[in-house]
């Protein structure tokens, strides 16, 4: 996912930091297929 290190020292807060990092991924992911205008129809149902 572009990021070999966490920023966070804790495995609570590493164990947040990647929950953050893989919602982003997918994100992405679902904006390139969808598109924006189709996410945010999505969203709304």
């Known amino acids: ?5 966490f920023q ?3 495995l609570k807060h590493v164990g947040t930091e990647m929950a953050l990092h ?3 991924y997918n994100m ?3 904006m390139q297929i ?3 205008g189709g996410l945010i129809e ?3 149902a």
């Open 28 to 30: 992405k992911r679902v």
């Open 8 to 10: 966070m020292k804790t």
């Open 34 to 36: 969808l598109g924006n």
């Open 22 to 24: 893989v919602l982003a």
């Open 42 to 44: 999505a969203m709304r």
């Open 1 to 5: 996912m572009g990021s070999t290190h």
